[in-house]
Every structure is written in structure tokens, then in C-alpha cells.
């Protein structure tokens, strides 16, 4: 099972970026997904999540800019980024509980990451 994220990139203050996270493998289903980011000499904070229901919730520092949205069809993620700030600067890591299945056939669990998607807000 592997995550992928995309979308990343240079962005000027005030501007917006779309986030994609796509999983692979054998999978069975997906739980819950989130977005983290890891800022530059800080630890990896939690941006956003949802549930497999479409529940959301967010971090009181995107609250209102971003939005967090799934399509499980295509075991996609995204996250669109509105109003970017500099102190939004960070690479951003999607992770997701996702149930497949293992080389002997086994019913497994995997709270898998991503391996990053840089993205930069000058001001």
C-alpha cells in the first residue's frame, strides 16, 4: 500500500494550491485521512482530517483556508488551499488507515504516509 502526494509548489501570499494524495495497492477500504505538514526545524502538525463519512475537522490555523475532501472511488484525497500565508510554508504529508490485503492473503491495517509535497507561500 503506498500513498502519493502531488499539487505542491511556489505560491505568492494570498494565493491558492490544490493538494492531491493518491493510494495504491491492494486495497480494501479507507478509513480515516488527514493532511500533516512539517514546517522547516519544527515538529509534524496535523492540518486536517475525515472520516470515511465525510466528517471534517481542522486545525484552528486553517480554519475557513483550507478544505479537506475525499473521493473513495478513486481512493483519492485532497486538500485545496486557499489564502496561503508564509507561515504556511511546509511539506505536506497525507496518511490514511487503509485495509488491504497482505502477499498471504491476510486482512491488514496500515496507518500509511505519504512522502511529501513541498510547498512554499512567499510574502
Known amino acids: 500500500v503506498q500513498l502519493a502526494e502531488s499539487g505542491g509548489g511556489l505560491v505568492q501570499d494570498g494565493r491558492s494550491l490544490r493538494l492531491s494524495c493518491v493510494a495504491s495497492g491492494s486495497i480494501v477500504s479507507i478509513n480515516a485521512m488527514a493532511w500533516y505538514r512539517q514546517a522547516p526545524g519544527k515538529q509534524r502538525e496535523w492540518v486536517a482530517s475525515?472520516?470515511?463519512?465525510?466528517?471534517?475537522k481542522y486545525a484552528n490555523s486553517v480554519k475557513g483556508r483550507f478544505t479537506i475532501s475525499r473521493n473513495d472511488a478513486k481512493t483519492l484525497l485532497y486538500l485545496q488551499m486557499s489564502d496561503l500565508k508564509p507561515e504556511d510554508t511546509a511539506v505536506y504529508y497525507c496518511n490514511a488507515d487503509i485495509y488491504y490485503y497482505s502477499d498471504l492473503g491476510d486482512l491488514e491495517v496500515s496507518a500509511s504516509w505519504g512522502q511529501g509535497t513541498q510547498v512554499t507561500v512567499s510574502s
Open positions: 475525515i472520516d470515511r463519512n465525510g466528517g471534517t
